[in-house]
Structure formats: C-alpha cells, structure tokens
Nanobody, 125 residues
C-alpha cells in the first residue's frame, strides 16, 4: 500500500510560481517512477512530467522549460516546481507512482499504480 498526498496548490497570477509536493507513505518510492499529471475541466487527464528511479526526466512540450520535477528519496517525496505559470496551466494536479522494472520513462496515466487525490492550481490572468 502506498498513499500519495499532494500539496502546494493555490491561486497565482500569470507569471507566478508554485511548488507542488507529493508525500508518499506506506512504502518507499525510491524504486518507482514518479509522475505528475493534470486535468482541466472538460478535458482528459494529461501527462505533465515524470522522474524515474535513476532521476531521468521527461516533460510535456507545454511545460518544458518552465516546470522542473525532482525527488527526495530520503523524504519519500516528489516535487514539481512550476515557474512562469500561464492560465492554461489551470487544472487539478495529480501525483502518481509506478512500481515496475521500466528502464524508460512511462508517460501513460493508466500505467501508474497509485494516485493522490489532487491539488487545485488556478492561474489568473
């Protein structure tokens, strides 16, 4: 059992920054791929960023250069630093973990084993 809890969401103006945290409990996630996904009203859940067990990273084109994903295995946590936020970044952001033996990053939401409940990010113009 792994519990994931996101925090750090809120309301910011365009151009501002937020740092999202994903705290894991119940099991170490050091061997897992940790991903961030988001879902805006009326839209499908979309991939944002992922960091593998060996800290390889991959970003969606829409956030590349603005967002940075990281992890701290000692704290059993993952983070998403979001800079230069845009109104189109408004969504519920979800943390996810995938336990497997992947050597490449996994971008598909359905491949992830565990999910947090999400945290709302709203970017005003």
């Amino acid at each position: 059992q792994v519990l994931l809890v996101e925090s750090g969401g809120g309301l910011v103006q365009a151009g501002g920054s937020l740092r999202l945290s994903c705290a894991a409990s119940g099991r170490a996630v050091s061997s897992a791929h940790m991903g961030w996904f988001r879902q805006a009203p009326g839209k499908e859940r979309e991939f944002v960023a992922v960091i593998s067990w060996n800290k390889s990273t991959y970003y969606a084109d829409s956030v590349k250069g603005r967002f940075t994903i990281s992890r701290d295995n000692a704290k059993n946590a993952a983070y998403l630093q979001m800079n230069s936020l845009k109104p189109e970044d408004t969504a519920v952001y979800y943390c996810a973990a995938r336990f497997g033996f992947d050597t490449s990053v996994v971008l598909t939401a359905t491949a992830y084993n565990y999910w947090g409940q999400g945290t709302q990010v709203t970017v005003s113009s």
